[in-house]
């Protein structure tokens, strides 16, 4: 089966001839420092796709976009805000928003179709998403103060963000095919969610049910990237058409077979705890087996829970892939009924 062919049938619910082995972030600079001396060649380590092929894994390649311009202020510090007010947004409004065609140009589709044309190649599109993109303007302790103070602001924030995004994905889309998308929101941390169901419907959800329908249309499969316990937000994210969540860190209690149960149309990504990798092959066989009746189940690829820690030796990353990839090829779905994510169900736009 070819990348896209094998992640398609996953989550339409049909047979594949395994799962993907993927890893969907790129590598911690100190862990690639670590591995440089215990012998990675520099120019395995060049790019991230060529640092996967080093290792055996299926390619997975991102492009991340964003709608500021090189004109858009910086923050003056980690975690400052550029804005304070409406007063503020009006001032760098004039930077945000740049022509779709410049931000991804034709040259860089046919880039990313020669990417895709040997079939061994996942790609996927970021975008930020209706929590992390306010944050960038508001900065991390006035943002969660902009829900009550500037509701207006922050509506029309999303609403004028939401009409670039579609903008792009109309222009972007029926070039290249990603194989799924991504919204950057890290919403949750380790106590769950940031904000209440209250004023996630309120703000962010029509936000979703504005751009995911028009990402819908060309066949794209959405996932949430929120870091933390998403136990709550799953179902928020599941009642505005996402088609799953990523990357579910072990750390902050999750668990992928109680997701299977609140929303089995969902696909899943992640999980695979990364702290276990240092311990050896031993730690890590127990981690797959731990997650290999989930895989069983469903749309669930397993895969680093974030990105490999600086703890783990170049031999203990080449037994993880190897242990990814014995355990990814015993999963074929050929006799389990399995529901198709939201973009493959017939019914979708009844359910946005």
């Not at 969540?245 to 992928?256: N, Y």
Request: hydrophobic share 40%; with cysteine; aromatic share 14%.
């Amino acid at each position: 089966m070819k990348a896209s062919e094998r992640f398609r049938n996953l989550l339409s619910g049909k047979p594949v001839d395994r799962l993907p082995v993927i890893e969907w972030a790129p590598w911690w600079k100190l862990t690639v420092e670590r591995w440089l001396s215990e012998g990675l060649p520099k120019n395995a380590a060049a790019t991230v796709g060529s640092l996967q092929e080093y290792f055996g894994l299926d390619r997975c390649l991102q492009l991340s976009v964003k709608n500021r311009t090189k004109n858009t202020p910086k923050e003056p510090a980690r975690g400052a805000g550029i804005i304070t007010d409406e007063h503020d947004y009006e001032k760098i409004l004039p930077t945000l928003f740049p022509d779709v065609g410049t931000v991804v140009t034709e040259e860089r589709i046919e880039l990313l179709h020669r990417q895709h044309e040997d079939g061994k190649t996942l790609h996927f599109l970021t975008v930020e998403g209706a929590f992390w993109y306010p944050r960038v303007l508001f900065g991390i302790e006035n943002h969660l103060y902009s829900f009550y103070d500037y509701p207006d602001l922050y509506r029309r924030i999303c609403n004028e963000y939401a009409d670039w995004l579609i903008e792009l994905f109309r222009y972007l889309l029926p070039r290249f095919q990603f194989d799924f998308m991504s919204f950057a929101e890290d919403m949750s941390y380790n106590n769950g969610p940031m904000i209440s169901k209250q004023l996630f419907d309120e703000f962010l959800a029509p936000f979703y049910k504005k751009v995911i329908p028009v990402i819908h249309e060309y066949g794209v499969p959405v996932f949430i990237d929120s870091d933390g316990d998403i136990t709550l937000a799953l179902d928020w994210y599941a009642s505005v058409g996402a088609d799953g969540m990523f990357p579910l860190e072990r750390r902050a209690g999750v668990d992928v077979s109680v997701y299977l149960d609140k929303q089995p149309q969902m696909a899943f990504l992640g999980h695979f705890d990364k702290m276990c990798m240092k311990h050896g092959e031993a730690a890590m066989r127990a981690e797959f087996e731990r997650l290999l009746p989930s895989m069983h189940r469903g749309k669930f690829i397993p895969s680093c829970d974030h990105q490999t820690p600086p703890d783990v030796s170049i031999e203990n990353y080449f037994t993880y892939v190897k242990l990814l990839r014995e355990y990814a090829e015993l999963v074929t779905h050929k006799d389990t009924e399995i529901a198709p994510c939201p973009v493959f169900s017939e019914n979708r736009r009844e359910k946005i």
